[in-house]
Protein backbone atom coordinates (compact mmCIF):
# COMPACT_ATOMS: atom_id res chain seq x y z
CA UNK A 1 0.00 0.00 0.00
CA UNK A 2 0.96 3.18 -0.58
CA UNK A 3 0.36 4.45 3.24
CA UNK A 4 0.99 2.64 6.18
CA UNK A 5 -2.99 1.35 7.19
CA UNK A 6 -4.41 2.08 10.32
CA UNK A 7 -8.01 1.55 11.61
CA UNK A 8 -8.79 4.90 9.85
CA UNK A 9 -7.17 4.78 6.42
CA UNK A 10 -5.95 8.30 4.37
CA UNK A 11 -8.29 9.39 1.97
CA UNK A 12 -4.68 9.08 -0.41
CA UNK A 13 -4.65 5.77 -0.06
CA UNK A 14 -4.22 3.93 -3.43
CA UNK A 15 -4.03 0.15 -4.55
CA UNK A 16 -0.76 -0.01 -6.73
CA UNK A 17 0.58 -2.75 -9.21
CA UNK A 18 2.96 -1.92 -12.36
CA UNK A 19 2.26 1.41 -14.13
CA UNK A 20 -0.85 1.70 -11.85
CA UNK A 21 -2.28 3.53 -9.16
CA UNK A 22 -5.65 3.27 -8.32
CA UNK A 23 -7.23 5.67 -5.61
CA UNK A 24 -10.26 4.43 -3.48
CA UNK A 25 -13.20 5.46 -3.44
CA UNK A 26 -15.26 6.86 -0.57
CA UNK A 27 -15.24 4.52 2.04
CA UNK A 28 -16.09 4.43 5.71
CA UNK A 29 -12.79 3.69 6.90
CA UNK A 30 -11.39 7.11 5.24
CA UNK A 31 -13.90 9.07 6.72
CA UNK A 32 -15.23 7.37 10.31
CA UNK A 33 -13.23 8.38 13.50
CA UNK A 34 -14.94 6.88 16.67
CA UNK A 35 -18.63 7.88 14.90
CA UNK A 36 -17.40 11.15 14.21
CA UNK A 37 -17.00 12.94 10.79
CA UNK A 38 -13.95 15.18 11.14
CA UNK A 39 -14.08 18.43 8.95
CA UNK A 40 -11.00 16.77 7.10
CA UNK A 41 -13.13 13.92 6.13
CA UNK A 42 -16.04 15.36 4.68
CA UNK A 43 -16.59 14.01 1.05
CA UNK A 44 -15.35 17.05 -1.01
CA UNK A 45 -17.75 19.11 -3.49
CA UNK A 46 -17.49 18.37 -6.89
CA UNK A 47 -18.31 20.43 -10.35
CA UNK A 48 -18.52 19.99 -13.54
CA UNK A 49 -20.05 21.88 -17.16
CA UNK A 50 -21.81 19.75 -20.05
CA UNK A 51 -21.83 22.03 -23.14
CA UNK A 52 -24.39 20.95 -26.11
CA UNK A 53 -25.04 22.87 -29.74
CA UNK A 54 -27.68 24.73 -31.30
CA UNK A 55 -30.01 25.39 -28.46
CA UNK A 56 -33.16 23.48 -27.84
CA UNK A 57 -36.75 23.84 -28.55
CA UNK A 58 -37.58 25.31 -25.83
CA UNK A 59 -41.47 24.60 -25.00
CA UNK A 60 -40.56 21.17 -24.96
CA UNK A 61 -38.05 21.86 -22.38
CA UNK A 62 -39.54 24.07 -20.03
CA UNK A 63 -41.77 23.05 -16.97
CA UNK A 64 -44.92 24.56 -17.22
CA UNK A 65 -45.21 25.84 -13.71
CA UNK A 66 -42.29 26.46 -11.16
CA UNK A 67 -41.19 25.33 -7.47
CA UNK A 68 -41.44 21.91 -6.16
CA UNK A 69 -43.78 19.40 -7.64
CA UNK A 70 -43.41 20.59 -11.35
CA UNK A 71 -43.96 18.09 -14.31
CA UNK A 72 -41.09 17.10 -16.58
CA UNK A 73 -41.47 18.17 -19.97
CA UNK A 74 -41.10 15.86 -22.67
CA UNK A 75 -36.77 16.66 -23.00
CA UNK A 76 -36.27 16.21 -19.68
CA UNK A 77 -38.38 13.35 -19.34
CA UNK A 78 -35.27 10.33 -19.04
CA UNK A 79 -34.28 12.20 -15.99
CA UNK A 80 -37.63 11.40 -13.88
CA UNK A 81 -35.12 8.54 -11.69
CA UNK A 82 -33.11 12.00 -10.53
CA UNK A 83 -35.80 14.72 -10.40
CA UNK A 84 -35.49 15.42 -6.72
CA UNK A 85 -31.94 16.08 -7.76
CA UNK A 86 -32.19 18.71 -10.36
CA UNK A 87 -32.81 22.59 -10.38
CA UNK A 88 -34.52 24.00 -13.99
CA UNK A 89 -33.03 27.39 -13.88
CA UNK A 90 -35.16 29.40 -16.72
CA UNK A 91 -34.51 33.26 -17.58
CA UNK A 92 -30.97 33.13 -17.21
CA UNK A 93 -29.13 35.45 -20.34
CA UNK A 94 -25.46 35.28 -21.53
CA UNK A 95 -25.28 38.63 -23.07
CA UNK A 96 -21.98 38.78 -24.21
CA UNK A 97 -22.73 35.81 -26.55
CA UNK A 98 -24.99 38.43 -29.23
CA UNK A 99 -22.93 40.49 -31.31
CA UNK A 100 -22.82 43.26 -29.77
CA UNK A 101 -21.56 45.14 -32.73
CA UNK A 102 -19.17 42.14 -34.20
CA UNK A 103 -22.00 41.06 -36.59
CA UNK A 104 -22.55 37.11 -37.71
CA UNK A 105 -20.72 34.10 -35.76
CA UNK A 106 -23.74 33.47 -33.11
CA UNK A 107 -22.25 29.72 -32.71
CA UNK A 108 -18.84 30.48 -31.69
CA UNK A 109 -19.85 33.09 -29.57
CA UNK A 110 -21.99 30.56 -27.28
CA UNK A 111 -19.39 27.96 -27.14
CA UNK A 112 -16.41 30.55 -25.93
CA UNK A 113 -19.44 32.67 -23.57
CA UNK A 114 -20.45 29.52 -22.18
CA UNK A 115 -17.91 29.24 -18.88
CA UNK A 116 -16.47 32.96 -19.24
CA UNK A 117 -19.26 35.26 -20.13
CA UNK A 118 -16.93 37.50 -22.09
CA UNK A 119 -16.93 38.76 -25.41
CA UNK A 120 -14.58 37.10 -27.32
CA UNK A 121 -12.56 39.04 -29.99
CA UNK A 122 -13.58 38.35 -33.63
CA UNK A 123 -10.70 37.08 -35.45
CA UNK A 124 -9.57 34.00 -37.46
CA UNK A 125 -6.10 34.68 -36.38
CA UNK A 126 -3.46 33.60 -33.81
CA UNK A 127 -4.73 36.94 -31.20
CA UNK A 128 -7.92 35.06 -29.99
CA UNK A 129 -9.13 36.63 -26.84
CA UNK A 130 -12.41 35.64 -24.89
CA UNK A 131 -11.93 35.16 -20.65
CA UNK A 132 -10.76 32.75 -18.15
CA UNK A 133 -13.78 30.53 -17.38
CA UNK A 134 -15.16 29.15 -14.55
CA UNK A 135 -13.77 26.00 -13.96
CA UNK A 136 -10.49 27.76 -14.77
CA UNK A 137 -10.88 29.97 -12.30
CA UNK A 138 -11.67 27.58 -9.14
CA UNK A 139 -9.08 24.73 -10.71
CA UNK A 140 -6.49 27.30 -9.87
CA UNK A 141 -7.64 27.82 -6.89
CA UNK A 142 -8.44 24.54 -5.54
CA UNK A 143 -6.79 22.12 -8.32
CA UNK A 144 -3.98 21.07 -5.98
CA UNK A 145 -6.35 19.34 -3.97
CA UNK A 146 -6.50 16.86 -6.02
CA UNK A 147 -4.99 15.10 -8.50
CA UNK A 148 -5.31 16.87 -11.64
CA UNK A 149 -6.48 20.40 -11.51
CA UNK A 150 -9.09 19.66 -13.63
CA UNK A 151 -10.08 17.34 -16.55
CA UNK A 152 -11.44 18.89 -20.27
CA UNK A 153 -13.71 16.18 -22.04
CA UNK A 154 -15.21 16.15 -25.36
CA UNK A 155 -16.11 13.92 -28.43
CA UNK A 156 -15.13 16.15 -31.13
CA UNK A 157 -11.15 16.36 -32.14
CA UNK A 158 -10.43 19.77 -31.66
CA UNK A 159 -9.22 22.90 -33.79
CA UNK A 160 -7.61 25.97 -32.37
CA UNK A 161 -7.07 27.40 -36.34
CA UNK A 162 -9.26 28.25 -39.34
CA UNK A 163 -12.13 29.77 -39.39
CA UNK A 164 -15.28 27.75 -37.77
CA UNK A 165 -18.06 30.64 -38.18
CA UNK A 166 -18.09 33.98 -39.62
CA UNK A 167 -14.92 34.94 -39.14
CA UNK A 168 -14.21 33.25 -35.57
CA UNK A 169 -11.31 31.19 -34.90
CA UNK A 170 -12.04 27.65 -34.74
CA UNK A 171 -10.76 27.64 -31.28
CA UNK A 172 -14.19 29.35 -30.43
CA UNK A 173 -16.51 26.73 -31.33
CA UNK A 174 -14.01 23.74 -30.34
CA UNK A 175 -13.80 24.89 -26.46
CA UNK A 176 -15.74 25.78 -23.50
CA UNK A 177 -12.59 25.95 -21.01
CA UNK A 178 -9.93 28.61 -21.07
CA UNK A 179 -7.32 28.98 -18.36
CA UNK A 180 -6.61 32.66 -19.63
CA UNK A 181 -8.38 34.83 -22.26
CA UNK A 182 -5.83 33.93 -24.98
CA UNK A 183 -5.68 29.88 -23.94
CA UNK A 184 -8.46 27.52 -24.61
CA UNK A 185 -7.83 24.20 -23.33
CA UNK A 186 -7.77 21.35 -25.62
CA UNK A 187 -10.27 18.32 -24.79
CA UNK A 188 -9.11 14.80 -24.73
CA UNK A 189 -11.71 12.83 -26.93
CA UNK A 190 -10.25 9.12 -26.18
CA UNK A 191 -11.83 7.76 -23.50
CA UNK A 192 -9.25 4.91 -23.70
CA UNK A 193 -5.98 7.48 -23.07
CA UNK A 194 -8.74 9.26 -20.26
CA UNK A 195 -8.84 5.66 -18.32
CA UNK A 196 -5.02 5.18 -18.72
CA UNK A 197 -4.38 8.76 -17.57
CA UNK A 198 -6.57 8.40 -14.35
CA UNK A 199 -4.61 4.98 -13.23
CA UNK A 200 -1.50 5.84 -14.16
CA UNK A 201 1.45 5.47 -11.71
CA UNK A 202 5.02 5.62 -10.83
CA UNK A 203 7.67 7.46 -13.45
CA UNK A 204 6.93 8.17 -17.30
CA UNK A 205 8.87 4.79 -18.22
CA UNK A 206 6.79 2.53 -15.92
CA UNK A 207 4.05 3.42 -16.61
CA UNK A 208 4.43 3.22 -20.63
CA UNK A 209 6.06 -0.26 -20.05
CA UNK A 210 3.51 -1.66 -17.77
CA UNK A 211 0.83 -0.47 -19.90
CA UNK A 212 2.53 -2.24 -23.11
CA UNK A 213 3.00 -5.57 -20.70
CA UNK A 214 -0.46 -5.64 -19.30
CA UNK A 215 -2.08 -5.39 -23.11
CA UNK A 216 0.73 -7.63 -24.36
CA UNK A 217 -0.69 -10.24 -21.59
CA UNK A 218 -4.19 -9.07 -22.14
CA UNK A 219 -3.89 -8.41 -18.17
CA UNK A 220 -6.51 -6.16 -16.52
CA UNK A 221 -5.05 -3.27 -14.27
CA UNK A 222 -7.25 -5.11 -12.12
CA UNK A 223 -4.77 -7.87 -12.19
CA UNK A 224 -1.89 -5.59 -10.88
CA UNK A 225 -3.41 -4.36 -8.04
CA UNK A 226 -4.92 -7.13 -6.78
CA UNK A 227 -2.21 -7.84 -4.66
CA UNK A 228 -2.49 -4.49 -2.37
CA UNK A 229 -6.42 -5.23 -2.68
CA UNK A 230 -6.04 -8.45 -0.81
CA UNK A 231 -4.19 -6.64 2.28
CA UNK A 232 -7.11 -3.91 2.32
CA UNK A 233 -9.62 -6.38 2.57
CA UNK A 234 -9.30 -7.44 5.98
CA UNK A 235 -8.85 -4.06 7.71
CA UNK A 236 -12.47 -2.77 5.98
CA UNK A 237 -15.90 -3.41 7.50
CA UNK A 238 -18.42 -5.45 5.44
CA UNK A 239 -19.81 -2.51 3.58
CA UNK A 240 -16.99 -1.18 2.90
CA UNK A 241 -15.47 -4.58 1.18
CA UNK A 242 -19.07 -4.21 -0.99
CA UNK A 243 -18.46 -1.03 -1.81
CA UNK A 244 -14.56 -1.72 -2.95
CA UNK A 245 -16.06 -5.18 -4.89
CA UNK A 246 -18.89 -2.49 -6.57
CA UNK A 247 -15.90 -0.12 -7.86
CA UNK A 248 -13.57 -2.54 -9.06
CA UNK A 249 -16.18 -4.59 -10.38
CA UNK A 250 -17.23 -1.02 -12.71
CA UNK A 251 -13.45 -0.23 -13.52
CA UNK A 252 -13.45 -3.84 -15.08
CA UNK A 253 -16.55 -3.05 -16.87
CA UNK A 254 -14.78 -0.03 -18.41
CA UNK A 255 -11.70 -1.23 -18.96
CA UNK A 256 -13.48 -3.66 -21.22
CA UNK A 257 -15.43 -1.24 -22.88
CA UNK A 258 -12.63 0.61 -23.83
CA UNK A 259 -11.11 -1.88 -25.44
CA UNK A 260 -8.35 -2.66 -22.48
CA UNK A 261 -9.77 -5.93 -21.68
CA UNK A 262 -10.80 -7.47 -25.33
CA UNK A 263 -8.60 -10.58 -25.76
CA UNK A 264 -5.94 -9.72 -28.80
CA UNK A 265 -3.56 -11.23 -31.11
CA UNK A 266 -0.07 -11.19 -28.98
CA UNK A 267 1.91 -8.38 -29.09
CA UNK A 268 5.42 -8.30 -28.83
CA UNK A 269 6.18 -5.81 -25.68
CA UNK A 270 9.60 -5.27 -26.46
CA UNK A 271 7.75 -3.08 -29.85
CA UNK A 272 7.21 0.04 -29.34
CA UNK A 273 3.32 0.36 -30.65
CA UNK A 274 1.10 3.20 -30.93
CA UNK A 275 -2.08 2.60 -28.63
CA UNK A 276 -5.34 1.20 -30.27
CA UNK A 277 -7.62 4.68 -30.77
CA UNK A 278 -10.13 3.47 -28.40
CA UNK A 279 -12.52 5.98 -29.30
CA UNK A 280 -15.87 3.96 -30.14
CA UNK A 281 -17.69 4.72 -33.61
CA UNK A 282 -20.85 4.69 -31.57
CA UNK A 283 -21.61 8.18 -30.72
CA UNK A 284 -24.31 6.92 -27.68
CA UNK A 285 -21.74 4.60 -26.28
CA UNK A 286 -18.97 7.50 -26.97
CA UNK A 287 -20.97 10.21 -25.00
CA UNK A 288 -21.37 7.60 -22.23
CA UNK A 289 -18.13 5.97 -21.71
CA UNK A 290 -16.26 10.38 -21.92
CA UNK A 291 -19.35 10.46 -18.88
CA UNK A 292 -18.04 7.21 -16.82
CA UNK A 293 -14.66 8.80 -17.39
CA UNK A 294 -15.82 11.79 -15.43
CA UNK A 295 -17.64 9.81 -12.83
CA UNK A 296 -14.41 7.69 -11.90
CA UNK A 297 -12.58 10.85 -11.65
CA UNK A 298 -14.85 12.38 -8.94
CA UNK A 299 -15.78 8.76 -7.35
CA UNK A 300 -11.68 8.22 -6.81
CA UNK A 301 -10.94 12.58 -6.21
CA UNK A 302 -8.95 12.55 -8.94
CA UNK A 303 -10.12 16.10 -9.71
CA UNK A 304 -12.90 18.10 -8.59
CA UNK A 305 -13.55 20.31 -11.94
CA UNK A 306 -14.26 18.82 -15.34
CA UNK A 307 -15.99 20.43 -18.81
CA UNK A 308 -16.97 18.69 -21.16
CA UNK A 309 -19.04 19.21 -24.79
CA UNK A 310 -21.49 16.39 -26.02
CA UNK A 311 -20.75 18.07 -29.63
CA UNK A 312 -18.66 21.61 -30.50
CA UNK A 313 -21.12 24.63 -31.26
CA UNK A 314 -22.48 24.60 -34.64
CA UNK A 315 -22.31 20.75 -35.15
CA UNK A 316 -24.34 19.30 -37.80
CA UNK A 317 -23.95 15.81 -36.73
CA UNK A 318 -27.36 13.23 -37.70
CA UNK A 319 -28.77 10.95 -35.50
CA UNK A 320 -29.74 8.00 -37.16
CA UNK A 321 -30.71 6.25 -33.89
CA UNK A 322 -33.59 8.22 -33.34
CA UNK A 323 -34.99 8.42 -36.95
CA UNK A 324 -32.44 12.00 -37.12
CA UNK A 325 -30.72 11.42 -40.75
CA UNK A 326 -30.53 15.46 -41.38
CA UNK A 327 -27.89 17.71 -39.88
CA UNK A 328 -28.43 18.85 -36.01
CA UNK A 329 -27.23 22.54 -37.25
CA UNK A 330 -29.32 22.58 -40.46
CA UNK A 331 -32.46 21.68 -38.41
CA UNK A 332 -31.66 24.10 -36.06
CA UNK A 333 -32.65 26.44 -38.48
CA UNK A 334 -36.12 25.31 -38.27
CA UNK A 335 -38.31 28.64 -39.36
CA UNK A 336 -41.17 26.75 -36.81
CA UNK A 337 -41.50 23.63 -39.59
CA UNK A 338 -43.42 21.11 -37.61
CA UNK A 339 -41.32 18.43 -38.57
CA UNK A 340 -37.83 19.92 -37.92
CA UNK A 341 -39.12 20.94 -34.40
CA UNK A 342 -40.05 17.06 -33.95
CA UNK A 343 -36.39 16.09 -34.90
CA UNK A 344 -34.85 19.07 -32.57
CA UNK A 345 -36.88 17.48 -29.90
CA UNK A 346 -35.59 13.96 -30.59
CA UNK A 347 -32.03 14.94 -30.31
CA UNK A 348 -32.83 17.49 -27.39
CA UNK A 349 -34.38 14.05 -25.37
CA UNK A 350 -30.80 12.05 -27.03
CA UNK A 351 -28.40 14.32 -25.18
CA UNK A 352 -30.36 14.48 -21.82
CA UNK A 353 -30.80 10.69 -21.92
CA UNK A 354 -27.18 10.80 -21.71
CA UNK A 355 -27.28 12.93 -19.36
CA UNK A 356 -29.76 10.74 -17.26
CA UNK A 357 -27.06 8.33 -17.18
CA UNK A 358 -24.49 9.71 -15.83
CA UNK A 359 -26.20 11.51 -12.63
CA UNK A 360 -28.14 7.78 -12.17
CA UNK A 361 -24.52 6.19 -11.70
CA UNK A 362 -23.27 9.80 -9.34
CA UNK A 363 -26.97 9.37 -7.41
CA UNK A 364 -25.92 5.33 -6.96
CA UNK A 365 -22.41 6.15 -5.55
CA UNK A 366 -22.79 6.32 -1.50
CA UNK A 367 -20.30 8.57 0.13
CA UNK A 368 -21.49 9.08 3.93
CA UNK A 369 -24.78 10.02 4.27
CA UNK A 370 -25.21 11.28 0.85
CA UNK A 371 -24.41 10.17 -2.53
CA UNK A 372 -21.44 11.58 -5.41
CA UNK A 373 -24.47 13.43 -7.26
CA UNK A 374 -25.25 14.86 -4.34
CA UNK A 375 -22.09 16.02 -3.27
CA UNK A 376 -22.21 17.59 -6.90
CA UNK A 377 -23.05 20.92 -8.71
CA UNK A 378 -23.40 19.83 -12.43
CA UNK A 379 -24.27 22.35 -14.95
CA UNK A 380 -25.90 21.22 -18.45
CA UNK A 381 -27.28 23.43 -20.99
CA UNK A 382 -26.09 25.69 -24.23
CA UNK A 383 -25.02 29.01 -25.26
CA UNK A 384 -27.99 29.57 -27.25
CA UNK A 385 -31.58 29.52 -26.48
CA UNK A 386 -33.06 28.83 -29.91
CA UNK A 387 -30.99 27.74 -32.86
CA UNK A 388 -33.29 29.22 -35.12
CA UNK A 389 -33.17 32.92 -33.24
CA UNK A 390 -29.66 31.81 -32.10
CA UNK A 391 -31.06 34.49 -28.86
CA UNK A 392 -28.75 34.23 -25.58
CA UNK A 393 -31.34 35.15 -22.96
CA UNK A 394 -33.40 32.71 -20.99
CA UNK A 395 -31.13 29.77 -21.84
CA UNK A 396 -31.48 26.28 -21.31
CA UNK A 397 -29.94 25.51 -18.27
CA UNK A 398 -30.09 22.35 -15.60
CA UNK A 399 -28.46 22.45 -12.47
CA UNK A 400 -27.57 18.85 -11.06
CA UNK A 401 -26.76 17.95 -7.29
CA UNK A 402 -26.85 19.94 -4.20
CA UNK A 403 -23.27 21.06 -3.59
CA UNK A 404 -22.89 18.20 -0.30
CA UNK A 405 -26.65 19.93 0.93
CA UNK A 406 -26.53 23.87 0.19
CA UNK A 407 -28.55 23.64 -2.61
CA UNK A 408 -32.26 23.19 -2.38
CA UNK A 409 -33.18 20.81 -5.53
CA UNK A 410 -35.99 19.59 -6.94
CA UNK A 411 -37.44 22.80 -8.16
CA UNK A 412 -38.08 24.71 -11.16
CA UNK A 413 -36.59 28.14 -10.58
CA UNK A 414 -37.53 31.47 -12.97
CA UNK A 415 -35.44 34.55 -12.76
CA UNK A 416 -35.79 37.84 -14.36
CA UNK A 417 -34.53 37.95 -18.22
CA UNK A 418 -31.12 38.79 -18.38
CA UNK A 419 -30.04 38.16 -14.87
CA UNK A 420 -26.16 36.76 -15.98
CA UNK A 421 -25.54 33.15 -16.31
CA UNK A 422 -22.28 34.18 -14.26
CA UNK A 423 -24.32 34.86 -11.52
CA UNK A 424 -25.04 30.97 -11.18
CA UNK A 425 -21.39 30.53 -11.48
CA UNK A 426 -20.46 32.97 -8.76
CA UNK A 427 -22.46 30.97 -6.70
CA UNK A 428 -20.98 27.80 -7.41
CA UNK A 429 -17.58 29.00 -6.82
CA UNK A 430 -18.85 30.62 -3.58
CA UNK A 431 -19.73 26.95 -2.26
CA UNK A 432 -16.65 25.64 -3.84
CA UNK A 433 -14.90 28.43 -1.22
CA UNK A 434 -13.31 30.19 -3.98
CA UNK A 435 -14.04 33.60 -3.38
CA UNK A 436 -13.31 36.06 -6.70
CA UNK A 437 -14.83 39.55 -6.99
CA UNK A 438 -16.73 38.40 -10.33
CA UNK A 439 -16.75 35.75 -13.39
CA UNK A 440 -17.08 37.48 -16.80
CA UNK A 441 -20.69 39.90 -16.26
CA UNK A 442 -21.51 38.84 -12.95
CA UNK A 443 -22.90 41.04 -10.66
CA UNK A 444 -23.41 38.65 -7.89
CA UNK A 445 -23.93 35.36 -6.71
CA UNK A 446 -27.42 33.69 -7.98
CA UNK A 447 -30.49 34.30 -5.53
CA UNK A 448 -32.69 31.72 -4.49
CA UNK A 449 -30.43 28.21 -4.83
CA UNK A 450 -30.98 27.60 -0.90
CA UNK A 451 -34.43 27.29 -1.18
Known sequence: MANSLTPRLSRRTVLRGLGVSMALPWLEATSAVAGSLPAAAVPPTRMAFIFVPNGVHLPAWTPQTEGYGFELPRILKSLSPVKN????LSGLTHDKGRANGDGPGDHARSASVFLTGAQPRKTEGENIRSGISVDQVAAQAIGHYSRFSSLELGVDEGRNTGNCDSGYSCAYSHNISWSSETTPLGKEVNPRLVFERLFAGGAKSQVESGAKQRQALNKSILDFVSEDAK???PKLSRNDNLKLDEYLSGVRE???????????????????????????????????????????????????????????????????????????????HHRDDPDKLEKITRINEFHVQQLSYMLQKMA????????????SMIVYGSGLSDGNRHNNENLPILLA??????????????????????????????????????????????????G
Open 364 to 375: SIEEGERSLLDN
Open 254 to 332: IERRVGLGVPSAKIDASVDYPVPAGIPKDYREHLRLMCDMMVLAFQTESTRIATMMFARAGDNKNYPSVGVREGHHELS
Open 85 to 88: NLTV
Open 401 to 450: GSGGGSIAAGRHVRYDTETPLCNLFMSMLQRMDVHVPFVGDSTGCLPGLS
Open 231 to 233: RLQ
